[in-house]
Nanobody, 114 residues
Framework: QVQLVESGGGLVQAGGSLRLSCAAS?????MGWYRQGVGKRRERVAD???????DVADSVKGRFTISRDNAKYTVYLQMNSLQPEDTAVYYC???????????WGQGTQVTVSS
């Protein structure tokens, strides 16, 4: 079972930045981030392949950047210009392909104050 450990969440004012990290216990070809706000469905934020191809949701495009360090089995989410609507628990997700990503982290809380 792949273990995913997230870090980097916290409280930030609107317009601020945070960087989330997710360290995997072994190599995962496909990694990404989801988020879930209170009373909302879990939504995809961004994905990245082992080759570095990325796919970022329209809702955060231009503000969030996903990257990874394959040597460290780690994926990052740089979040800039944060807004209160970005408040959510952010989950790391990983697997062998876009359609096969069964591994989830425990989640890290991001709270953006207005």
């Amino acid at each position: 079972q792949v273990q995913l450990v997230e870090s980097g969440g916290g409280l930030v004012q609107a317009g601020g930045s945070l960087r989330l990290s997710c360290a995997a216990s072994e190599v995962c070809s496909y990694m990404g981030w989801y988020r879930q706000g209170v009373g909302k469905r879990r939504e995809r934020v961004a994905d990245i392949t082992s080759g570095g191809s990325t796919d970022v949701a329209d809702s955060v495009k231009g503000r969030f950047t996903i990257s990874r360090d394959n040597a460290k089995y780690t994926v990052y989410l740089q979040m800039n210009s944060l807004q209160p609507e970005d408040t959510a628990v952010y989950y790391c997700n990983a697997g062998t392909s876009r359609l096969n990503r069964p591994h989830w982290g425990q989640g890290t809380q991001v709270t953006v104050s207005s």
